[in-house]
């Protein structure tokens, strides 16, 4: 039974797969989190028991957060408080792992791909398809899961949603260019990656060209009727630390032009609900003029890396108009995108 809170404090959250990539990037981002604070954290069976500073060897930027030093791990097979979790669990062991915790009670928001695509789960991202979120009522659990989507689906999905409410979107392309970083620690060993560009993620494709279709989709009845355009994704890994980029090609059902595409992308805004959530973006897409950008090492960690870059807005002679987008795979493409969809939870009351 997941214990009631006082009013007073901050929502005590766990992070399930703590000391991987993505759980130390919920740590790193939840460290001065008005809404939310961490209180249990959840690592594989080896590691169970041991204080997360000798269990964690840590990436972050900054220091591990002090009161979180001598904290010790716990596992999946533990039975928690926190009447929230966040889940950087493998696909391996997140899918089981996720349901026995939100049977117990608890709310799961997963960066993990086991449950985007069931129907009763949404797959989140709050400026989007905020409304999605009423489907978590009807998930047969004492608790419930909420997901985002896949780091590369989550930008091509924000590039793509005003264009395809504005003009209608007739169908897409797009060419990944992702970050090692985005294969977790150690990511990919040095001798393939060094000078060289891997033109294969396995499943990354399946991802995009499934998800975005949810994400777009429609609400109705109880059901989200997915959005009806053709899409297709070639995903490649290459020699940058942080921040996927994308060349994305699209033929949409109307003809604007190339300043109408932009303005469209740039005055793209969320709800009013989503605007004012902590980790929401004061704009969550920004267009760049510059010819040669939006660059990973320039633009990525640029407003706390959960913008959505796009420049390079240009004529296409197959299909009508391409641009370039960018964003950052772990923040916004993966921890951050749990963090803001668990924000508009709570603020929508489906979390207390």
């Known amino acids: 039974m997941v214990p009631e809170r006082t009013v007073s404090t901050r929502i005590p959250v766990g992070v399930l797969g703590a000391t991987g990539t993505v759980g130390q990037k919920f740590v790193h981002l939840l460290r001065d989190h008005p809404l939310f604070e961490v209180a249990e954290l959840v690592a594989s069976p080896r590691n169970g028991g041991k204080p997360y500073a000798k269990a964690c060897r840590w990436h972050e930027p900054e220091p591990m957060p002090d009161h979180l030093r001598d904290v010790r791990l716990t596992t999946v097979e533990d039975k928690l408080s926190s009447p929230v979790l966040f889940s950087g669990l493998d696909s391996s062991i997140a899918g089981e792992a996720e349901e026995a915790y939100a049977d117990a009670g608890h709310a799961v928001i997963s960066n993990s791909k086991n449950h985007r695509m069931d129907p009763d789960v949404p797959l989140v991202i709050p400026e989007i398809n905020a409304d ?9 659990r004492r608790g419930w899961i909420m997901t985002n989507p896949n780091c590369s689906t ?43 560009v891997v033109p294969y993620i396995s499943g990354e494709e399946e991802k995009m060209e499934r998800e975005a279709l949810k994400i777009l989709g429609t609400l109705r ?43 469209c992308l740039n005055d793209f805004r969320g709800p009013a609900d989503v605007a004012t959530l902590p980790s929401a973006p004061e704009q969550p897409i920004r267009v760049l003029s510059e010819p040669d950008r939006p660059q990973p090492a320039k633009d990525v960690t640029r407003e706390g890396g959960m913008v959505t870059w796009v420049g390079r807005i240009r004529p296409c002679p197959v299909l009508g108009y391409r641009f370039m987008v960018l964003g950052h795979n772990t923040i916004r493409g993966a921890a951050g995108a749990a963090i803001l969809n668990a924000e508009i939870a709570h603020a929508r009351g489906y979390i207390e």
């Open 132 to 140: 999605h979120l009423s489907l978590l009522p009807s998930q047969d």
């Open 154 to 196: 989550m930008f091509l999905a924000i590039a793509i949603a005003p264009l395809y409410r504005r003009f209608g979107v007739e169908s897409c392309t797009a060419t990944t260019l992702q970050a090692v970083s985005g294969a977790g620690y150690p990511g990919v060993p040095s001798m393939d990656i060094l000078g060289n």
């Open 221 to 263: 009845d109880g059901s989200i009727q997915e959005a009806v355009f053709e899409a297709s994704a070639t995903c490649t890994r290459v020699p940058v630390f942080d921040g996927h980029l994308e060349s994305v090609s699209i033929r949409l059902h109307a003809e604007p032009s190339l300043d109408e595409l932009a303005a």
